[in-house]
Nanobody, 129 residues
Framework: QVQLVESGGGLVQSGGSLRLSCAAS????????TGWFRQAPGKEREFVAA????????????YSADSVKGRFTVSRDNVKNTVYLQMNSLKPEDTAVYYC??????????????????WGQGTQVTVSP
């Protein structure tokens, strides 16, 4: 069982930056593939970025959606049991609730909501024009 707690959301102007944190319980969190998703009002939850866990081939490989590539970076601190999402050059269309999620047995699908086993409660990110 893994419990995830996101933090770091807030209100920022267009072009600004935020760093989201996903703190996890459990000593084996570094073995989980961790993803970031977001959901804007009236829209489906969508993939943002993911980092592959150490139990899998391609450990610490990262992937990101085309809409955030070059602006968002996902990373992991195994000592702190935390995964981060650094968001730069934020745009109003990045406004959403951001969720982190953990996947125990990665089989190549890091981008589907249904692939993940555990979810955090979400943190609001609002980007003003």
């Amino acid at each position: 069982q893994v419990q995830l707690v996101e933090s770091g959301g807030g209100l920022v102007q267009s072009g600004g930056s935020l760093r989201l944190s996903c703190a996890a319980s459990g000593r084996t969190f570094n073995t989980y593939t961790t993803g970031w998703f977001r959901q804007a009002p009236g829209k489906e939850r969508e993939f943002v970025a993911a980092i592959i866990g150490s139990i899998n081939l391609g450990v610490n490989s990262t992937y990101s959606a085309d809409s955030v590539k070059g602006r968002f970076t996902v990373s992991r601190d195994n000592v702190k049991n935390t995964v981060y999402l650094q968001m730069n050059s934020l745009k109003p269309e990045d406004t959403a609730v951001y969720y982190c999620a953990a996947l125990r047995y990665y089989s190549g699908d890091y981008y589907s909501v249904g692939a993940y086993d555990y979810w955090g409660q979400g943190t609001q990110v609002t980007v003003s024009p």
